[in-house]
T-cell receptor
Framework: GESVGLHLPTLSVQEGDNSIINCAYS??????FIWYKQESGKGPQFIID?????DKRQGQRVTVLLNKTVKHLSLQIAATQPGDSAVYFC?????????FGAGTTVTVRA | KAGVTQTPRYLIKTRGQQVTLSCSPI?????VSWYQQTPGQGLQFLFE???????NKGNFPGRFSGRQFSNSRSEMNVSTLELGDSALYLC????????????FGSGTRLTVV
């Protein structure tokens, strides 16, 4: 079957350092991907998206990279802050539905 | 502008009962989709509606149903509740195809006892 998954379930990062969260997908026909952040007690919050005709997209302190050759996504967070502590999900949009990976819990150390 | 509103925030129900959850999308958003989130299964797609029509449905039993009204508000219903239905139910809205992003509500926490 086709699925979207994250490589690591947890990531601990020092405040001020850069974070990299990885995601592998299996549907080579996927053409739209989204990264979400979910804090405790809240719904997923949109961070950044990317379409398959792009390799890289930048937002405020975040960058998403797409490698279609190996079907890999990554989310880079610059200068990680305590408020970045959350669970991060990648999602693949296909046929009006999102398929989510299992998520990576990011913990920022002071 | 107002975000996606889900009501109620919390619910406790008994096995065998039925429950209805409500979702009001962002103004102007005509697509509403529903997801179930559990620690074991993660986020799973339930169904998606656009202009009162279901366009896609996930792999859930027929006890899970939904509908969308002409004002784009949506409801989902779960009948004959089971303990395993305990979860966070999330609603997301988008403009039409979803390729402008989906905005999620805070969810309804359903506990079945």
């Amino acid at each position: 079957g086709e699925s979207v998954g994250l490589h690591l379930p947890t990531l601990s990062v020092q405040e001020g350092d850069n974070s990299i969260i990885n995601c592998a997908y299996s549907n080579s026909a996927s053409d739209y991907f989204i990264w979400y952040k979910q804090e405790s007690g809240k719904g997923p919050q949109f961070i950044i998206d990317i379409r398959s005709n792009m390799d890289k997209r930048q937002g405020q302190r975040v960058t998403v990279l797409l490698n279609k050759t190996v079907k890999h996504l990554s989310l880079q967070i610059a200068a990680t802050q305590p408020g970045d502590s959350a669970v991060y999900f990648c999602a693949e949009n296909d046929d009006y539905k999102l398929s989510f990976g299992a998520g990576t819990t990011v913990t920022v150390r002071a | 502008k107002a975000g996606v509103t889900q009501t109620p925030r919390y619910l406790i129900k008994t096995r065998g009962q039925q429950v209805t959850l409500s979702c009001s999308p962002i103004s102007g958003h005509r697509s509403v989709s529903w997801y179930q989130q559990t620690p074991g299964q993660g986020l799973q797609f339930l169904f998606e509606y656009f202009s009162e029509t279901q366009r896609n449905k996930g792999n859930f039993p027929g006890r899970f149903s939904g509908r969308q009204f002409s004002n784009s508000r949506s409801e989902m219903n779960v009948s004959t509740l089971e303990l395993g239905d305990s979860a966070l139910y999330l609603c997301a809205s988008s403009l039409a195809t979803g390729e402008s992003g989906y905005t999620f509500g805070s969810g309804t926490r359903l506990t079945v006892v």
